[in-house]
């Protein structure tokens, strides 16, 4: 398990691609902080202004589901798949638990509840 995986649970989706723009797309043998960022920006195929608001981990950005599946291409590293299986394996346990009974209805009440925690119950969303 690599270092992201043990420790993106506690790490935003923004500040999960900071690192991967760091560490794996745009390392430090790059060049300077100018340089690389252009790098990953040209290797991610965005904008270097985007991509230099996703290497200071600006608070006012989000990232989209496609932007972090190329995220997760380009640099190897795996969040949102990673994401998507937790949140199904709590589907699965929260219908065990309530006997199994109309998977559908607590399909979405789970799904009502990673809502009003501002959370997504798949990395689609």
Partial sequence: MSEYQSEKSEMSTVEFCQRALRDEIAPRNIGDVQTRIRQAARALGWS?????????????????PEELFRI???????????????NE???????????????HLIRSMVTAVFAAL???????A
């Fill in 48 to 64: 270097y202004t985007r991509t230099k608001d996703t290497w200071y981990a600006d608070p006012r950005i989000s990232i989209k």
């Fill in 89 to 103: 394996q709590a589907i699965e346990r929260a219908t065990a638990l309530l006997g199994g009974e109309d998977a």
């Fill in 72 to 86: 997760e291409a380009v640099s190897g590293l795996v969040y949102a798949r990673e994401e998507m299986r937790k």
């Fill in 118 to 124: 501002g959370l997504s119950h798949s990395s689609r």
